[in-house]
């Protein structure tokens, strides 16, 4: 049976719709995938050097990933393992006559990852380099341990910011229920800024150790405020504290958020001469990536608009919106909140 063009489009669309539904539900686990896997080498000597290696459990497991040195190096004592804060973390000592110059590092099953892999090198005076390995680039080769410039260190952290937030799918599920509750470009403006300023705030608090929270509770704090402007899409609640003023929400929760985003940088580390260029420098990368997806969000619905009047003859509106955004962040939410409850 053959159909007509328009009703065929309208099928397409509505599972076009119901797939983000389904790569939420089937892979609940992506909120923890900001976290990423870091290789840490320091020397202690010309000839020595420590090595830390930490992957994230996703859903408790260990990704199959792991690293690999060449044959010059030989390993000192014994490998320590352990599994702490939801990661696996390794250290191990190695020996190696020519230094750390000229070797070679690889991420062995970097194809099964998630994520990139952070790298940072501290020669024998503190020199610090920082590098980012992923499918694209497995392998990297240390020709010769020199700090990165101020420009180099920006851009590096920056790329580092915009990625984290990219992959934070719980920070951008809370940010796309800020968009939805903001209603005008006035209120979207004003709550994203709050959203913003909050979290730069405990961001610079708890890199610096001013103020240090533990992840686990906060991931789940960060779920349950994803849980509660779900149910205040769903109520629409017109006179409600959180729809006339939602800049309060996004600045009271943007706090937390902002210990998350400092958890990640934790792991990736701040190079000894340029921590506050770096800090910076992550934070504008975070905001850089914060507004690629709320222009994407735009992009999205104005695409959807358009294809819903070519086949409703109707135009979408943000109220036809409501009840799908609330139990898809909602529900998704929940999962991610059962999940870190039992990390515990």
């Not at 990661?87 to 998630?114: K, P, V």
């Not at 990625?163 to 979207?188: M, P």
């Not at 709050?194 to 610079?204: E, I, K, P, R, Y």
Request: charged content about 15%.
């Amino acid at each position: 049976m053959i159909f007509p063009l328009k009703i065929e489009i309208k099928i397409l669309l509505r599972l076009t719709l119901l797939l983000p539904l389904l790569t939420f539900f089937c892979s609940e686990v992506l909120a923890d995938d900001m976290r990423p896997a870091s290789l840490t080498i320091t020397a202690t000597s010309n000839a020595d050097f420590d090595v830390v290696w930490k992957v994230p459990l996703r859903n408790g497991k260990k990704e199959k990933i792991s690293f690999v040195l060449p044959k010059s190096s030989q390993p000192l004592g014994l490998t320590r393992k352990h599994i702490i804060n939801n990661a696996y973390i390794e250290y191990s000592q190695f020996h190696r006559a020519a230094g750390l110059s000229g070797m070679t590092l690889t991420i062995d099953g970097i194809e099964n990852s998630t994520g990139d892999i952070l790298v940072r090198i501290v020669g024998v005076n503190q020199e610090t380099l920082t590098t980012v390995l992923n499918v694209d680039t497995p392998t990297y080769l240390i020709k010769k341990i020199v700090s990165l410039s101020p420009f180099d260190t920006a851009m590096t952290y920056i790329k580092i910011g915009i990625e984290h937030i990219l992959i934070g799918l719980d920070h951008l599920l809370f940010v796309a229920c800020l968009v939805y509750i903001s209603g005008t470009r006035k209120k979207l403006l004003y709550t994203i800024t709050g959203f913003t300023l909050a979290h730069s705030v405990t961001l610079f608090l708890s890199a610096t150790n001013t103020m240090v929270i533990p992840i686990e509770p906060v991931e789940a704090v960060i779920a349950l405020s994803i849980i509660f402007l779900a149910w205040e899409i769903a109520k629409n609640r017109q006179h409600s504290l959180s729809l006339r003023y939602p800049v309060l929400v996004s600045s009271s929760f943007g706090l937390l958020h902002g210990f998350g985003f400092a958890a990640v940088l934790s792991d990736i580390g701040l190079p000894e001469t340029e921590k506050l260029l770096a800090l910076l420098s992550f934070n504008i990368g975070v905001e850089l990536g914060q507004l690629l997806f709320v222009l994407a969000l735009f992009l999205l619905v104005k695409l959807a608009s358009v294809l819903y009047k070519w086949l409703q003859h109707k135009p979408l509106t943000l109220p036809m919106l409501r009840l799908p955004i609330s139990y898809l962040c909602g529900i998704t939410a929940t999962f991610w909140l059962l999940e870190r409850l039992t990390a515990f």
